[in-house]
Each structure stands twice: as C-alpha cells, then as structure tokens.
C-alpha cells in the first residue's frame, strides 16, 4: 500500500481493499480467507494513523470513497453466491465487512460535523436529506438531488431505541437496522410506506411521514426487475389495503417470526417477503441468506414470541443479490450513539450466551409489563393520549415480551450513559471517539466489576 500519511494513505488503502474485494475467487475457502482478511483489515482501521482530525475538508471525499467500497463488496455477492462460495462464515465476514466499513463511515461524518449531537427534544432529519452530506448515492445513479423513488423498492431502516438495536443483532449475525418496509407509487405519484409494525400490525402510510420518523439510518434497496418490482408493490398494497377497509380483516403483527406459519399475521420482512413472492407466482422467495436463531439460551427470544430457529431478519436486505443500493442515508448526529447502542446490544447477547446471563423480572417490572398489556384493550386514540406514559401495546403481544423489553431498555440504558461519558472524553482528548473494539473492552470491564448481575440480566443460581 501507499506509504504516503493523511486522508490520501487512507483513500490510497481504501482502493487496495476495493482490489482485493473484486479479485475473482474460485473455492468457499479462499472467500472465506479473503474476507477475514479484510474484516481484520477493516476492524484494526485506527483514524489517529491517519491524522484526519487535522484534515476535516477531506471527509466527504473519504465517506464517498467508503460507500463505494461498500456498494462493490455487496455487487460481489451475487457472483460469489452462483460460484456457490457463500458459506455460512463467508456470509457472516462480509456482513461484518459491511459493518466495520460502516463505523469508520461514520466516524468520518461525525468528525465532519465537529461531533455535533442531536438536542434531547429534537427529531433527526428526515431521511435522504440533512446538510451535511447524509445521503450517498452510487455513481452510476447520481444525478437529480430528489431521490425518485420508485415501486417496489425496499427501504432497511434503523430506529433509535434499544429495541431497535436488539432487533437489529437478535440472531446470529449482527445487523445495524431494525425494519424493513416497502414503497408504493400510487397512479397520482404519491408515495406510500407498507409495513408490518410491532404495535398497529401491517398498515399504509405517507412514504414522507415514516422517512420522517427519528430514523437514524436508512437504504433504498431496488429490485433489477422493475416490472415484478412494480407488481409486488401493488400486490401488497391491494392486500393491505382490503384489510384496513370496513369490510377487510386486520393483519396483525406477527411475533412468532416463522415464515412457514399463518401468512395472515405478518412481521416487517415477512410482508416483503410475501410481496414478492405473490408477484413472482412463488418462483422468488427472500431471503437468500436466512438468520439463525440456533442460540443455546433463548431467553430473551421465547419472552417476546419468537418460535423458530431460522427466519428473515431485516438486515438480510444487505446482500440480497437481486437488489442494487440506491441511496444510503444517515443523520451523522446519532451515528454515534447507534454505534454505542449496537456494542450494548452485541455484549448483552453475548453474555446471556457464554456466560449464562438471564432476565429476572422485579415486581417493578411485573407491574409495567401488565399495565401495558391492559393498555392494549384500549382504543387506539386513547392509546396515543397515553403513549408517553404506558407503551402502545398490541393486543396478541404476550406480557412477558412488554416484560422482556422494559428489562432489555433498563438494562442497556445505564451502559450506553456510561459509555457516552467515556466517548465525550475521548473525543476531548484526541478530536477522536472511541473505536468500537475500545468500547466492547469497556463493556467487558463493566460486566466483570458487576460479577454475576448486571441491570435485570443475572447468572442463575445452580
């Protein structure tokens, strides 16, 4: 690589990890090899070597340069997949690769913006807009500064709360979004949001109006048939609407998280996953690459429902092979707390995993989770005078997933304050924040000072 220093040895090493990524591979082992090669490569990446602190022009430049690379290693999947080199370690390294180049992406913007945070009482700008170079668009696709968005395409997007990072790593490889949901374009050009939400079940709403919903990140995902794009739009649109009408039957959330099981409950990625496969008459059926949920504690997964060990987890999105990257977004005010967040939620799995950590319910958090349940027999406008103060619970969500959640946010809340001191401090000391195997080094030390208790999460007692 380039023995130069600053930005250009970065943007120099980027280009040889752009090499290497579209260098052809011919066996699962030699993918598999090369791409923990480059996660290493990603994971060790250090911004200090690099002096970009001392060079904040060149951000956008290198936040370019980093998407890109992201955009050529998923256009690779689909080649790497028919050579049928995909293994399930090949699939976990280059969803990794994926998240690590994301990270130092997104320390780049917040350096960018001087670590500007969000105000406590403000929302994030809606997504695919924002000043401060939010939204990345493909070369080959850039051009209007309207993102026009089309039928069919499929949005991943990430939320800001702890249960939007624990849905985003609930299986066996770690995502960084939290919900899918698909557009359609009506005959009059408006743009609508189908979806499937935890607490309204599957509903239609103004596309501008979920883009605006304190989103932390987001992408557009576009399927390379337009034309079963267009259909699958239309299809679930038409069912979902029949469904809201006085006539129609509701479709509740699913919380199971089987694809084989009753397709009149539907979760977010389930619903795509039926929109596309009624348009295609079966013959094509997401995801390529399924989530595992073979953990040998499933805790927390039988509190809020879930009754399978292999499902579509949103983040599968990410290699799809049949969908290109459109646009990918994000509000570089949050991306540090998201990062936090995800960390929090990757060592409490891990936790509960090795060392045998499980929630254990106060009567604090007996008494949340049945309220909530009661207000879920509640009307919907009196659900929304209230939503503050009791969650907005559907009616078929059990009392020990409202349990499991309020647990999970207690629990993660107090580690994410404690590490967002430690990034403030951080940032002082070296115009820097912290790198995200820092943080995971902290977690640990947290952990090992509180013993066999941490939050609502306990060892239990043999």
């Known amino acids: 690589m380039n023995t130069s220093t600053g930005p250009a040895k970065l943007l120099n090493d980027v280009t040889a990890f752009k090499a290497a990524i579209t ?11 090369n791409l923990d090669q480059l996660y290493q490569a990603f994971e060790q990446v250090d911004f200090a070597q690099y002096d970009i602190a001392q060079h904040r022009e060149t951000a956008p430049e290198i936040m370019a340069a980093l998407f890109d690379l992201r955009v050529a ?16 370690h090949a699939i976990k390294r280059a969803r990794d690769c994926l998240r690590a180049l994301r990270y130092a992406s997104d320390i780049v913007g917040e350096l960018w913006i ?53 849905i985003a790593r609930i299986g066996d490889i770690d995502s960084q979004f939290s919900h899918v949901f698909i557009i359609y374009v009506d005959p009059n050009g408006s743009h ?31 399927h390379r048939d337009p034309a079963l794009a267009q259909r699958a739009a239309y299809v679930i649109h038409d069912r979902v609407r029949l469904s809201l009408s006085p006539q129609g039957k509701h479709i509740p959330y699913d919380f199971t998280m089987r694809l084989d099981n009753d397709p009149r409950a539907l979760f977010c ?21 399924p989530t595992r949920l ?40 949050v991306t540090s707390d998201l990062r936090l967040q995800d960390i929090v939620m990757d060592k409490i799995f891990e936790w509960m995993e090795r060392d045998g950590f499980r929630f254990s319910e106060t009567f604090k958090i007996r ?55 430690l990034e403030a401090d951080r940032i002082r000391q070296s115009d820097l924040p912290m790198h995200p195997r820092e943080v995971r080094d902290h977690l640990e030390r947290m952990r090992q000072e509180a013993g066999k208790e941490i939050g609502y999460l306990k060892i239990p007692r043999r």
């Open 73 to 88: 290693l998923r256009g690779q999947v689909g080649q790497w997949h028919d050579a049928g080199a995909m293994s399930r």
């Open 294 to 333: 073979d953990m040998k504690n499933r805790d927390f997964v039988d509190r809020i429902g879930v009754q399978t060990t292999e499902t579509f987890a949103p983040g599968e999105m990410e290699l799809e092979p049949a969908f290109d990257v459109v646009a990918e977004w994000q509000d570089y005010r």
């Open 114 to 166: 001087g670590f500007a945070s969000l105000p406590a009482d403000a929302k994030t700008f809606r997504a695919f807009t924002g000043p401060h170079h939010n939204t990345q668009v493909p070369a080959a696709l850039a051009g209007p500064a309207r993102l026009p968005f089309q039928s069919g395409d499929v949005v991943l997007v990430r939320g800001r709360l702890h249960n939007s990072a624990a």
């Open 367 to 421: 008494l949340i989770s049945i309220f909530g349940r009661l207000s879920s027999y509640l009307s919907n406008d009196v659900k929304d005078m209230i939503d503050n103060i009791i969650p907005k619970v559907p009616s078929n969500m059990k009392r020990s997933a409202v349990a499991a959640i309020a647990m999970l946010h207690q629990t993660a809340q107090p580690l994410l304050e404690e590490l967002r001191k």
């Open 23 to 33: 260098k052809p591979v011919s066996t699962t082992s030699q993918l598999a090899s």
């Open 192 to 222: 609508w949001a189908v979806e499937a939400l935890i607490e309204d079940g599957s509903v239609i709403q103004p596309l501008a109006k979920v883009l605006g919903h304190d989103l932390g990140r987001a992408i557009v995902f576009r």
């Open 269 to 289: 990625s389930k619903l795509v996953r039926r929109a596309y496969k009624e348009a295609s008459d079966h013959k094509f059926i997401l995801p390529t690459f």
